[in-house]
């Protein structure tokens, strides 16, 4: 069993900044890729950003510039850090790995950025 857990949410001003952590642990065997995805009230969960196992990473347009995300691959992490934040990065966030050949979720931190 695969389990993700997710830190580092919270409430912040507009233009301030975040760190989220997502640490894989079980029994596992290979990870494909990781990544964030986060689901505002009333919309659909839509893609953050992603990085490979080999550091390839992949970012939704609304964040380029603003969000960066990283891997240990020693810890099975990985991070996101959120500078920049706008009132319309809120959202609760959640964890996604490609892990042995299932995908898993972490349970969601919520992100709420104050005007």
């Known amino acids: 069993q695969v389990q993700l857990v997710e830190s580092g949410g919270g409430l912040v001003q507009a233009g301030g900044s975040l760190r989220l952590s997502c640490a894989a642990s079980g029994s596992i065997f290979r990870i494909v890729v990781m990544g964030w995805y986060r689901q505002a009230p009333g919309k659909q969960r839509e893609l953050v950003a992603t990085?490979?196992?080999?550091?390839?990473?992949n970012y939704a347009y609304s964040v380029k510039g603003r969000f960066t995300i990283s891997g240990d691959n020693a810890k099975n992490t990985v991070y996101l850090q959120m500078n920049s934040l706008q009132p319309e990065d809120t959202a609760v966030y959640y964890c996604?790995?490609?892990?042995?050949?299932?995908?898993?979720w972490g349970q969601g931190t919520q992100v709420t950025v104050a005007a």
């Open positions: 990085i490979a196992r080999g550091g390839t990473t």
């Open positions: 996604n790995g490609q892990i042995n050949w299932d995908n898993y």
